[in-house]
């Protein structure tokens, strides 16, 4: 199980990946942080398009 301390430091631009859910495997950049719900929205690459998709924090991973 992951922490919120660990997972609180998103940041818009923060490149991530997606480790859970229908998007797993998918990359992506960070577009807007909402830490009250502890979701994210990410810009990823669907079929060449960028299309949003929202996560919670648990079911990304920031990628260097």
């Known amino acids: 199980v992951q922490t919120c301390a660990l997972r609180s430091h998103f940041q818009p631009g923060d ?3 997606v480790i859970e859910g229908p998007f797993a ?6 577009q807007e942080v909402a830490p009250d719900q502890q979701k994210i929205r990410v810009l990823v690459s669907i079929f060449g ?3 949003p998709v929202t996560l ?3 079911h990304v991973e920031k990628t260097v």
């Not at 495997?25 to 960070?30: C, V």
């Open 15 to 17: 490149h991530v990946r």
């Open 25 to 30: 495997n998918f990359t992506g950049s960070i």
């Open 49 to 51: 398009r960028e299309t």
């Open 56 to 58: 919670d924090y648990g």
